[in-house]
Each structure stands twice: as C-alpha cells, then as structure tokens.
C-alpha cells in the first residue's frame, strides 16, 4: 500500500477520490501531511498539483508539515485571542526549515491561489485575521536565532525570533535593542506595526533599529531591502501588509545600566483622578517624561484586596538605579495607596514586575477571547479617567462575562520616537505619549457575546477619545480590536494613504498579506 500511495503522490494523481480508494482497499490508511496538503489544495479552483508537487519536493527535510485533527497541529495553530469570527482557520501548518522554503511555500500557495498567512507568536487579536478562513499557516518558528555583527554595532535577527531569545543573547554580549516588551511574543510581530519598547527613549520605536531586511514579498521573491528601497518606507509600521521577513540586521547598543528598579503602588479606584493628575504633573510633563522614567498602570479586579471594584496598579519603572528616586515616588505616596512595594534588579527583571514574562498570563494560551481597544493620547485627562473607571467597574463586575478584564496604560518615555522624522516610516503616531487598551477578557461562546464585548471595549474607548478633545482617533496597529478606519492605523494624512495604496498595487496587487489590518 504505501508503494502505491507514493506512486500515486509521485504522479500528481492524489485527490479526495484517491484517498476515499486506498481508505477502501486499507482500512488502517491515514494520509501523511504532504498528502494531505496535496489533497487539500486539489481543492483550489485551477490548481496544478503537478506544479505543486515540483514544488513541494523541493522544500528541505526539515521541514515540518501538520495538517488538522493532530495534538502538532492543534500546538501550532493554538491562539492566544480567540474571539469568534476573528480567529484565523488554516487546513494546513507548515513550518519551513529556511528562508528559502518560505519562498517556495508562497510559490505553492500562488500557484493554486490558496490562502497564506505567517505565524509567529500568535498573539496577533485583530479581528480581520479572521478573513482567513482556509489555507496553509507559515510558521516561523524554525527560522529562530541571532548573530552580532558589524563591530558589534548591529545583529541579524531570524524572522521566527522570539523577544526573550533576542534580549538573553545580546545580554550575554553586553548588548541590548529595543524589543517588545511581553517576552513571548516575536521580535518581528511588534516591529512591523512600529513597535514599542522599554529603551524607546533612547533609541526610538523597534522599527526605527532596521537597518536591512529580507523579506518574501508576495510574488515569491525573496528581496534584500534597505533605505533605498520605497518598500522600506512600509516595512516600518505597515509591514503585516507587504510580505514575511525572514531576517532583519538591527542596530544594537552596549548595556549602559545594568541597574533598574520599580516602585508598584496600588489604589482603589476613588484615587483615579487625583492619581492620573499626579502622572501628569510629575511624570508626563506636557510630554517631556524624562528618559529613565516610564509609567505603566493596569485596573483589574481583585476581590480580595477591594470587592466593591477595580483597584490601580501604578508603576514608576526607572533605569540605572537601585530604588526609583523619591522625587518621582512621593507625590504618589501622598496620595495615600494600599500599598507601595519596591523591587530593584536588571533589564531582564522589568517584564517580570510587570507581569509580562514568559510565566505571566499575557504568555498563556488558555482558550479565552482577548480583544482590545487601543487610543493613543497626548495626556491622561483626570475627569475622563474618572469617568472611565466607573464604565470599567460596571461593566467588569462579579457577574459579568467580562470580570477577568484589565485596563492597560502604557506612559514610555518617547525622546528616541519623536527624534525621527515622522514622515520617514509608515508608522505615524510619533507625537502621542500615551498608549490605553481595555483588554476585555472573556470565554468565547456565542455571537452575541463577541459583539457585547466589542460594544463595551469601543464604549470605554470613546470615552477616553472624547476627554482627549480630539476629532480623530489615534489607534496602534499591534493592539487594534479590527474595526478600526485605516486612517485610524496607519495616520490620517491623505498622502500616507495614497502612498500605502501605491506600493500595495506594486508588490502585492492581489492582497495576498490582507489579513493583519489591511492598509490598501
């Protein structure tokens, strides 16, 4: 039998009857992945499994293809978000040994016009993910490493990296970059829609460390692009839009301080708008937080310590010290919190305080739903806070679906980001000092659920965008719910759009990468 199942594969000859044959003559017969794979895209209109099968011979052995109904499969295709209508479905998952399969899968996907769609971490939320609805997930996870080079001035980055992988084998060296944040998640994935980081102070966004990519575009060229290519414009925050990068070179930086430390504060929520005040007159500073200071916030139920609602978790994060200066720390004591705890350690302990590490829940694969709303703003607006918190705390109450939410604040220190030209990456938002999400966390079920949260994310939304005094929204891609304008993402001049719509008609005129927030 398996003579004759090859022989059959061989000869381009597979499909749904071939298979429903040998299950006939061979009870015992399960397909292998590749001939699954031949089976499934046997089922794209016009496909040339002969050209397929050319092709798929050529991929290299360590090539690992899963297909549906196995515990791989399911590992490899397990999300982190899992709102209904938004969760990508793939037939197949392969993950590709080199840069060169890459290639060769998106000329196998073109050939018979399947869908594709890159995985990496797979914490991407957005909801238009979910217009992938069948085809073959390319998973980066084999194309994982990093290399020093140039003086030790820059590092080549696998495209399939993970942060904490980066952050430990530059700290080995000495060396630091600027990553996301949340340890789990892909050096790439943040990067492409701008990327923010614990260092961006210094250095500015994730993107803004490119100094050369290889990336497949969606002609199945695998193409070296640097500053004289009009894709890299793109690549710095549209980048889900124009191809997989399989490598990037990044500047890096010697460690300058090894020291950081933390003070945690916690309140109930009638601290809320005293507290916000507070950030803006000691830390934001009309939007001169200075360099070392960052400020991050999450509201979260915690029965225990407040049952009548949400209590706030403040954070004042500082670099090269042994314990956050109490110049920053005492107005907030003032304030009189439930209780102030202080942590001293390195750069690789701030993702931990915050409850971002490897181990934290952000990291943690459970099956539920966790879509979120994301606002840039130029300050907190206290009253707006305010009013916000009591949204918060009625929507999120014991017997509600959404009781496990979080409300996230993010204060970076944004020298280094507003230092580069705005103009000079797709990413637009460079003047923005705040970013806020409402996670609302919640076990999948119905339709009717999904849409109830996305009416409470968008409520708490807008009333934080009508406190900024703005007409427009300013959304970060790499946070985005998905039913957000493009304007919304990608900036509201009309000559970002324009050249968006420009350079999607050149390298991807049949909207093969339109899944992650489609740009044109």
């Known amino acids: 039998m398996r003579w ?36 499934t895209l046997s089922r794209a209109p016009g496909c040339n499994i002969a050209d397929f099968w050319r092709l798929a011979r050529q991929l290299s052995p360590g090539t690992e293809i899963r297909y549906p109904n196995t515990t791989e499969f399911d590992a490899a295709t397990e999300r982190w978000s899992n709102v209904g209508g938004g969760v990508p479905y793939v037939d197949i998952s392969v993950a590709p040994e080199t840069e060169q399969d890459v290639m060769k899968l998106v000329r196998i996907a073109n050939n018979c016009n399947v869908p594709f769609l890159a995985y990496n971490g797979r914490h991407g939320a957005i909801t238009t993910l979910g217009q992938m609805n069948w085809g073959i997930s390319i998973d980066l996870k084999k194309l994982s490493g990093v290399s020093i080079s140039g003086n030790g001035q820059t590092a080549t980055v696998l495209g399939g990296t993970n942060s904490k992988v980066l952050i430990d084998h530059l700290w080995a060296a000495g060396k630091q970059a600027v990553t996301g944040t949340c340890e789990c998640v892909s050096y790439m994935g943040p990067a492409l829609g701008g990327g923010h980081g614990w260092l961006q102070g210094h250095h500015g966004l994730i993107a803004d460390q490119f100094v050369s990519a290889k990336i497949v575009t969606a002609d199945g060229q695998l ?27 990044i500047k890096i930086f010697p460690i300058v301080h090894t020291n950081w430390a933390i003070t945690t504060l916690m309140y109930t929520g009638d601290k809320v708008e005293a507290l916000y005040q507070a950030a803006n007159d000691y830390l934001l500073q009309n939007g001169t937080q200075p360099v070392d200071i960052i400020n991050w916030s999450y509201w ?88 916000v918190y009591e949204a918060f705390k009625e929507g999120t109450n014991s017997s509600s679906p959404f ?20 103009a000079s990456t797709a990413y637009a938002f460079r003047e923005d000092n705040l970013l806020t999400a409402p996670l609302v966390q919640y076990t999948p079920g119905n339709a009717a659920l999904d849409a109830q949260a996305q009416a409470f994310g968008n409520q708490l939304r807008n009333i934080l965008h009508a406190g900024s005094g703005r007409s427009q929204k300013h959304i970060y891609l790499n946070y985005a719910y998905g ?23 050149k390298y991807d005129s049949r909207r093969r990468f339109n899944f992650y927030g489609p740009a044109a």
């Open 4 to 39: 004759l199942k090859s022989t059959l594969v061989a000869a381009a000859s597979w499909s749904v009857a071939s298979a429903q044959l040998l299950e006939q003559e061979d009870p015992d017969f399960t397909p292998t992945p590749i001939e699954y794979a031949v089976d």
């Open 223 to 249: 193409r070296t692009v640097s500053s004289n290519s009009d894709l890299w414009w793109a690549l710095k925050g549209a980048g889900h839009n124009f191809g997989i990068v399989t490598s990037v070179t």
């Open 300 to 387: 979260m139920n915690i029965p225990p310590i407040d049952p009548t609602g949400p209590v706030v978790e403040f954070y004042i994060i500082q670099e090269g010290v042994t314990a956050v200066d109490t110049a920053y720390t005492a107005p907030f004591i003032a304030l009189g919190p439930i209780s102030v705890t202080n942590n001293t350690g390195t750069y690789k302990d701030v993702s931990s305080w915050v409850g971002i590490s490897l181990d934290g829940p952000p990291c943690q694969k459970t099956g539920a739903a966790n879509p979120r709303f994301p606002l840039y703003l130029p300050e907190y607006n206290p009253s707006a806070m305010a009013e």
């Open 403 to 422: 009781a496990n939410s979080l409300f996230m604040f993010e204060g970076y220190s944004m020298q280094g980001v507003k230092a580069v030209d705005a």
């Open 483 to 505: 039913d957000e304008t493009k304007e919304e993402m990608y900036g509201h001049e009309s000559w970002r759009s324009a050249k968006l719509l420009q350079l999607k008609d």
